[in-house]
Every structure is written in structure tokens, then in C-alpha cells.
């Protein structure tokens, strides 16, 4: 049985876990002041074509998102994201819980609209009572999206543009953003990203690692004493080396970009086998979530051998579903998956 | 080289990278409801000897900390703590992030006192402006204290009976646990701790362990939906089998017990060092921490070979200085610092 | 000239200023606990036919809906409102300051459908991914809404039967609870009110008063120490007796229903001006708000003698507009724009 | 019978009461954009000597103190105050609920000592870890203190140059302003104090005035967006004209200081009386609280005829009491009082 529910089922990428094996009793000292961690955010700063980054390592996602968020709005201030995006209903309200609104604006395949987001702002600014009102501080939104869409450069730029005219600023959730990048559909790289927003995080949970998530603010334009606000958040790790050493790995040689790339040539043949049955998807996404609809036989000869997430179950059995590869799906996973799919044809 | 100057210099115990290393690629779901967690939890319920304690895997001990103190306060109330008591000076303020004030008391040897804490509490409920102060809802400690010492059964029981007396949960924060417990000087074990408080937690991050506390409820009291008040903030591991393999290795065969009680040991060969030296104690720790006062001439010896911190210098240039022990440190690195001492001595 | 731009333009009425001059140097204690206080509550109780009531006296709208919200939430819980409902929109993000989310559901002429907050509580507890949510703790509704509209009994007992099915509170917010009980459309009086819903509050400062909310718990059950709680939210005043001295008198034979009735008789003859000039409406609004859509031609007569507030200008000139009566519009202010609109006709 | 409990006993003076009636039904903009709050603040430019001021107008005192503190520290940063400050005492938490730390220093006679906070500044950035702690970003002094005592000149310039030397601004709590300047012990004047500290309040509610506090920005240095943040806290009041007229009549031909005068010269008189019976002072106060320790005797001799505030009762009965005076007491009332200590001395 191979499961597809979701691109958090394994463990680290093999060369991390040698790695935390060879430095296991090295001393180092603690809360991300070891070498493993200096070293990583160098081969970071590198990647992403800023020498001058500040970068920061945190363990999880919703916990970075709020972290940055509140250590960037002023109290009064709120940040905008799509209604689907994760900060607005997956993170239990981790946003709120640290006192900022998340202001929604509408989603179009989990993206947001630079020339809607242009306009809420205008009608916010030209709105008498807005000072009565959140106002919008920072722009929020992942990449890839909850859907797994990707925004294209020209989109990015439209954003920032927006951003810029209003004095907003913009802030990429990247979980998967090894998988968004290594798309074919992506028309940027890191460097590219670095240049668009003014903070971003490069997704390890996800994307190879134990745990982990690296921020970085390409400008070397962190908050003021953001080390501190990370402690005051939970958000500081003790032993940092775990972050530093897992970082430090993914950077080296290319391996963030190859374990990405290989997720993505899964979810490339994973979607063949599903166009080739001639099934339809809830959305057409370029990277490593697929969303096939599949009937209720389909589900049920899948069910045994093949793990998949049901997103929302229709009336007459069918459901939108969620496949989700990673660096860690085998190429038989997905031949399982095809001899599964098979047996629901001929039955 | 050899650092004492804290308890997490070093990864973890091998054992638990041998088994992160066995069970990568196995294939689980996230947030804590795997496999390795579920055995974790109860390993853990039958250490505590409470089978009807609610368990959780938390990140690290600031995060734990505030999260346990927000779940449990109603929002007037706040947690009384020693002013030495780690989350009144070094948590950066996450309890009051929180939106809770930590009422402090006097510390003796880093402890609170159980008949101060019931004359406060009188004073409190006798002065007629109370209701325009912070309630306390909950007492603080810490065991072993932030200086290395512990409470005797006779003074938690105390402090226990004041809580009841004063309707106030009693939370221990054990990041230390297994080292207080291993202590010759100790008079209970897990299992009396809860009985006698209303939640404590199991420090993995300074006892063996990469990361992870483990929070225990033990009578199956946590606050309704505590999962989600850690999703909230920013406490919830996606990966929750990272924290599920660590605390189920430290469980089995009595390791967590085993590796603290080597700790004890090197502390006490340590002190005994010290004794020898006719060193004197800024307080008496029975202990992984030690805080010998130094001469000026001694540090100079020690620095080179020792590591270790200074944690207040004196005009003289002696220093109270603290060295840790901990699951990692070789005896060698004892006889290293009795070579640098005696050096010192003969100069 | 007279304006119309919202019900709180004047002071208070008469009888308040006349009680303050004539209690001014009497000595009360301070904190709510004065005899007006006092009086003010047993009047309410009285009112609201709940003897057992809970009653405190606020200062102003957003203040109480916070304290309120806050106070009755624990911290993983949000607030379901309308999208157009006042916390959502014009309280400048309090509710989230205190830590909470406002949980938008569509609105219908500023009302929330019973049936929707079903779907939308069933589909939330059906949903796998709920516990990373945040719940649903309670519905805040206002009454009248933001549109002027108002709640019938029905729609009311439908809200409260999903409320207690979903175990959540409801929390009506009354700032100008007085002109929805007054007005001809309202099937309902304030008993009614008080068995339908946890907590409602009784607006003063739009209905009569300088300043003030009375918050009424029907069933005794305020949150406890909820005293504490309004000092924590800086909601506590000092003289509480400038509180109890106005709320005694809006509910002293009856003064709190005459204004309010006052009000909607101004606003029903405001209404027919309007529809005897075939003046269209942007909403049907049975209270004192009252929403014509005016031409450009309608706008600059009125300019001048009339003040109201432009809520939507449209391309070609027209606007929805809005017009509040209170208990200080005089039949006066009405002749004067009727004569002025009487002139746009001619023009 | 006269009460001396607290000086808010009353309610406003009555220039006020007449200024709130006759200007009753004027219509004004709401949320502090009258007339009178215009006029109130460029009143208080000139009489704190501060053309550029940014003058805002707030409801109580814990509301003033929170609003303003939040405000203006950014999210890790934390507030000093004298271990007796009333925002560390008597504020049931609200600088807490609002995130932030209040760090306590030693208080003398209810002051802080500038010497003590810079070698607590100091030895906070001394220390390696304080990147783990609290960061002051502001100091809090009340003017006068809790004890009735109030600052010199110099000792305001060293608290001032220690603000400067540490890049923390400094905020007077002047909830009892007006008696502290209008004492005989006073060396400054408002426009020394608006040059001395970065924000400061002219207090109201204790002062003549129904409800209200003054927040002065000297310099115009109001953080960005104040006015969105006073909504935030719930701290907006709909209509501001209750506090403008008060603010405006307080400041008219030098009202504010007359009626101060007024309260400090009933204060000597009273403090005479208990001089002249050879009664002892809990603390040596120059302005309208005064301290007494009374005996058993003379506290049943007052009790019936005088009203007062026992602080801390003594095992022998006798207590530490509190005695305020304000701009109501009549002379009549010291006189009661001095005839009801003869009565208990005659005993």
C-alpha cells in the first residue's frame, strides 16, 4: 500500500538523516548560533541570489506564517490573503491569536488577483470610514497554493507592483516551494522570487526535512530583534543544529532542486495516468497535488492499495480527491496506482 | 575541547537516530496521530503511572510553556512563578504575548515557598481592590529549578495543598525532569509528580532527545481541544513522528531514566572536582547544573580546554560560573576539567 | 440646516443632562457599584423581564462587543457574524486584538439565514481538517443590522435553535436596540429579546444617552468575574455613576421607548418624503436608517440645508444614501428637507 | 457625612454640567472631530507650551495607559514602572492582555529612582541572554505617584537622560495632574513636563470632569495611525464632544489649575488637622491623598461622620488609611473632620 494523502508521510531525504548521524555528538552551541546553521544560510543566501539576506530557520509552517506576519504589521494593521489561503483556514487562528485580521480577498484557483487586490485597496483608502478599519499591512500568498497552483512572473510582478503603489508588503508562504519552482509551468526561480517580495519562506517540512522552514528577507530587511519576537512566539528551537544541519544538507549540490524535481516528474506521471483514463480534475495543477474527480468505483478499487485524500465527497459518490507526491514517492507507487486504477476499468 | 556550558551542546542519544534512521520511509499520517506517537503516549501513561493521562508532543520548552499557561488560564487570570522561574526572565515575554501576566514571587534557591505563596494568596482575596487585579489561576515551577535545585516531596505537597485551597491548577515545567528525578537528593519518581500536580511535561530537548516535550495531563484533564490551541500557536509538528520516535525510544528499556542517571552521575564526579579544589558553590546543586564560583586564575586555566558559562563576573575577576552534565558527556571530559583545574593550581 | 448623517449628532437627552445637574455632588462610590447603578440595573431587569439578569454598563459600541466576545470565548473559538456586521468591518480589527477570528457567512439585507449558519456548522464539523480550525463559538448578530433591518421573531427562534444545537452563545449587539423594539415592522419587544438570545446589549449612546452600553446576561450567566474582565479591556469607568444616572432615567416611565419611538415616526415620515417623490431605495429599511438612492440633481439641493452621509456614489452622479432620525430630530428637520427636495423637483 | 475614599466621589464640576447642558443639541461630528475637541486641544497646546502637539481625548485611565503603551512599543518590548505603578497593580492585566511585559523596578515613596534604572538598563545589556528577554522600550512613571508623592524637576531630567541614553520613551501616567502641579512641592509646570517625557496624560476623571483623559504628544509624535489604534482598543468614543466640552471648559481661563489648587490647599488643611491631633504619616505626601496611621479609637470616632480608606489594617487595630481630597471638598468637610478627631481625643 502506498499512500498519496499528502507530501508529509516520510521521513527526511536519506542524506539528512546520515548528516544528523555523522554530527550527532559534535557541541555546538544553541538556538541557531551553531556552524550547521551559518552554513546553511550562506548556500541560501547563494540560491536565492541574495548575499545580503537575513535568514532565519523555524520549524513549521503556521508557525512561520504568524511569526512573520505579527513581527512585520504595525498593531492596526491586517494582511491580505486569498479566502482559500492557508493563514485564513488552517491555522486555527494563529494570525488572530497574535492580534492582526486576515483580510480575504477572492480566490481564482487558489490565486489572488493583482487588479482586484488593486482595487479593494482603492475603495479602502477612498472609504471615509477607513480609518474605523483593519488596515491592510502585507500581502500574503503561497506559492504553490493551496490548490497547487503556481503565479507566473508576470503575475508576481503585478502584485509587487500593487504592493509598491500602496506600501504593502509581500510575503510568500513557500511549504512546497521546491515543488512550485521545479515545475514546468514555473516561469521564475529562487533568485527571481527573492526579487519580487520582501520576505519568503523555502518549505523543508515538506520538501525533504524532518521539520524546518527558512525564512528569509532578501534585503537583509528583517524586523528589528526578529531573533527575540521568534522566542517570544515559540518559535526559537533549542537545538538549532536540527534545522542547520537539515538546511545545510538540502542546499548542498542541488539537492533541494533534484528531490523537487523528482516529486514533480511523479505528479507528472501520476496526472498521465489519470488523463489517460479519461478523468477529469477539479483544477489543472502544475505541481506536485493533483485533484482528480473520481467516481465511486474508481474510489473503491483504489481503496486497499492506494492511499488519497477525499476533499469533498459529491451526492452521487464521486469526489474531488487529493493526490499529493514528494521527494519520497517511488516510481512504483505510481504504476500501482495505474494497475489499480486498471481493475476499476474492467470491473 | 570538551563544553559544559549547557545541557543541549550535543544531538541526541544514538539510539534514537538509529531508530529516525529505521523507520524514515515509513509512511505515516502527521500531527501526532502515528503510530510512533500513540506508543510514546503510552509508554509515557505507564512511566507516570496515570492511564488516564492525555498526552502531547510539543516542539520546545518556551513554546510549551506559554501554550500550557494560555490553554489553562481563563483570560483575567495569570500564573504565579518564582521571579527566577524561566518564563518570568527568559521566554521574552511569551506568556505575556499570550496575554497573561506572570505574578512572581520570592525564589529561594530558586524556589518558591509554599507558605509565601499562601500568605500572597490571602492578601490577595483580603484586599478589597482585588477585583481590579490579575487573578491567579495557576502556580509555576519548575523541577529542577533554574538553579539545579529540587523540591522534596514534603514542599510539593505543600504547594499542592494551597493550590486546592486556592482553586489553582499546579503545572511543573520538567525540561529537566529526568535529571531532577535521577537525583540523589530526590525524594519522589514520575509517578508521585502526577499525583501531585495538574500538568507537567517531560523534557526531551535537554534529555537525549533532538527536539520535543511531552506535555501529560495526567488525569485526563487537558483543556477541551488543546490540539487545536497548539495548532493556534504555532505548536503542532507536522511531522509529528519526529517528536512520536524520539520520546518512544526514551521510553523503552527505561532509557530516558538510564541517561539522566548518567548525567547525575557526571555532575556529582564533577562537583566532587570541585570540593576537592576547595571550590566554593554559589548554591548547592544535587543536580546536572553546577555553579562553582571561580578565581580568576582558575577560568584563565579552564579556558582552552573547558568550556563552560559565566553567569556573573565580580569585581575580582572570580566569576559564579555554571557547568551542565548531561546524557552526552564522556567521563573523560571530567578528568579533562580535573587536569585543567589542577594546572591552574600549581601556577 | 440639519443634519441627518447619523443618530449621534446631539448631546443626550434633557431629562439625562437635568438628572446629572441635579445628582452632580452626591457621593458614590465609583466602579458601578452607585446607587444609579444599582437602580439602572433593576429597571433593566424589569424591562427585560429577567429578574435574574447579570447587568453592566459599557461606554461605547465596540468596547462592549470585544469585552463581550472575549469574555465569553475560549481561545480557540471565533465569532460568526455577517460579513456586513459591525465587528467585521468597522471596529478597526478589535475583536482580533483580543485574539479572536470573525467568522463571515453571507448577508441579506445585513441579516444572517439560519439555514446558511446550519450549512455552514455542519459542513465545519464534517470537515476532517476542523480541529486545525477555528471553531465556531458564538453568533453575534445586530439588531437593527447595519442596513437598518431587523430580525423577525422567527428568524430569530431559528437562529437560536441552531445555536443551541451547535452548543454556541448568541450575542445580540443592540447600539440601537430602541429603534428596532420601536419600530411598526418589529414583532418582538425586549422579554422577547432577553429569551432569545445569552447576551444582548441596550444602546445608549445612539438612543438618548452621552455614552454608555448596558450589557444584559438574562440568565445570570455572565462570564465570571466578568468585572475583572471589563478592567482588563480598559472598559471599566471610574464614575460608573454617569453610566447609572442615564441608563436610570431611559428607564424611567418609559423615556427609553418613547425617544426610540420618537425617532421611528420621524423616520416613517422621512421614508414617505422620499417615496412621495419616487425617490427609490437602496434597502426597504423598517428603523431609523433610511437608505434612498438619490440623483445628482437631488444630492446638490440637498447640499446645504440638509447633511447626510454618501455611502456609494455612482458613475453617473447618484448615490445611496443615508439618513438617520433619533430621538433629537425635530418634525421641523423633516419639513425643512421635504421643502428642499421640493426645490430639486422645480430645478 | 463626607466621604474622603477617592477623589471621584463626585461627579463633574459644575462649569461642566452647565457647558454640557447648553450646548446639548448642537449637532457635531462624532469620534472627536467637534468642535470642541478642536478647541480643547489647542487649549492644552498652549497650556502644555506644545504648538505641534497631537492631543488625543480617552475615556479612563487603564483604557489611556494600554491604549498608549500598545501604541507605541513594538511587539517584544516591555514597559518599566515602580513595582507600585498602578499599570503593575491595579489594571487587572491589561498591558498583559495587550502582549506586553511590565518589567518592575524598586519603588521609593512610589518612584522609580533614575540610578536604579540605568544600572538595570545596564546590566540587561550586559547580559548574554537578553536577547531571550523582555526588551524595555519604554518607562512609566505616574505624576503623581500612587503615594501621592510627584518628581522634581531634576529628578525628572535624570529619569529623561537615561530614557535618552537607552533609546526609550517616557510616558506620565497624570491621572492626578493637576494636583501634582498645583502642590506646593512641585518645581515644574505642564510645559516642563511636555518637554521632559515623550507622551503624557492630563487626567480628567479625578480632576473635574465626568470621564475623560487628554494624551499629549508633545512633538507631534503620536504613532502613525493613533486614532485607528484608540478604535482597536475599544477606546473611541462615538461622541467626543462629551470629552471635548469637558476638556474645552476644563481649559478655559485656567479652570484646570484653579480647581487643583483648590483640592491641594483641603489637602493641607486636612494634613494640618491630623499634624496638629500628632498623628503619624505613612508617607510624607504633598498633594490631595494623604496617608494618616490612625488608631483604633480615632478610626471609630471618624467612622459615621467621615468616610476614608483603610490601606492595611495593623494587628493592634490601628491601620494605615487614605484620605483624598479634590475639587468638591468643601472646607465644611475638613472642619467635620477635625471636630470628629477631637471627639475621639476627648474619649
Known amino acids: 500500500m502506498y499512500s498519496f494523502t499528502c507530501d508529509y508521510n516520510e521521513g527526511a531525504h536519506p542524506a539528512i538523516i546520515r548528516r544528523l548521524a555523522e554530527t550527532n555528538l559534535d557541541q555546538e552551541p544553541g538556538y541557531g548560533e551553531d556552524d550547521f546553521c551559518a552554513s546553511a544560510a550562506a548556500r541560501i543566501r547563494d ?77 479602502f483608502y477612498q472609504d471615509d470610514s477607513h480609518t474605523h478599519m483593519v488596515y491592510p499591512g502585507m500581502v500574503y500568498i503561497s506559492f504553490p497554493t493551496e490548490y497547487g497552483t503556481i503565479y507566473s512572473r508576470a503575475e508576481l510582478q ?25 515545475s514546468p509551468a514555473a516561469d521564475i526561480d529562487m533568485k527571481d522570487l527573492a526579487r519580487l517580495c520582501d520576505v519568503f519562506y523555502i518549505g523543508g517540512t515538506k520538501v525533504g526535512a524532518l521539520c524546518g522552514e527558512a525564512v528569509v528577507f532578501p534585503r537583509g530587511n528583517a524586523p528589528e530583534h526578529f531573533f527575540t519576537i521568534m522566542k517570544q512566539h515559540g518559535a526559537l528551537l533549542a537545538k538549532g543544529r536540527l534545522l542547520g544541519v537539515q538546511f545545510d544538507t538540502l542546499f548542498t549540490d542541488g539537492l533541494y532542486e533534484k528531490i523537487s524535481a523528482h516529486a514533480i516528474e511523479m505528479a507528472m506521471r501520476l496526472k498521465e495516468v489519470f488523463v489517460s483514463k479519461g478523468i477529469p480534475f477539479y483544477i489543472d495543477s502544475p505541481t506536485n497535488q493533483q485533484f482528480p474527480i473520481l467516481s465511486a468505483g474508481q474510489i473503491d478499487s483504489l481503496l486497499g492499495p492506494i492511499g488519497f485524500e477525499i476533499w469533498e465527497r459529491r451526492p452521487d459518490g464521486s469526489a474531488v480527491t487529493r493526490f499529493a507526491t514528494s521527494w519520497a514517492t517511488p516510481p512504483e507507487a505510481i504504476d500501482a496506482l495505474k494497475e489499480a486504477l486498471g481493475s476499476a476499468e474492467s470491473k
Do not use: W
Open 47 to 123: 540560491a536565492a541570489g541574495c548575499p545580503g539576506a537575513d535568514v532565519f530557520f523555524l520549524t513549521g509552517g503556521t508557525q512561520t506564517n504568524y511569526t512573520v506576519i505579527d513581527g512585520m504589521l504595525r498593531q492596526h494593521e491586517g494582511v491580505i490573503a486569498a479566502q482559500t489561503g492557508h493563514i485564513a483556514v488552517h491555522e486555527a487562528g494563529a494570525v488572530e491569536f497574535s492580534g492582526h485580521k486576515v483580510l480575504t480577498l477572492p480566490q481564482h484557483e487558489g490565486k489572488i488577483d493583482a487588479s482586484e487586490l488593486r482595487s479593494y485597496l482603492k475603495t
Open 158 to 182: 503585478a502584485i509587487k507592483d500593487v504592493c509598491m503603489d500602496f506600501n504593502l508588503s509581500l510575503f510568500v508562504d513557500g511549504a512546497r516551494l521546491g515543488y512550485g519552482l521545479a
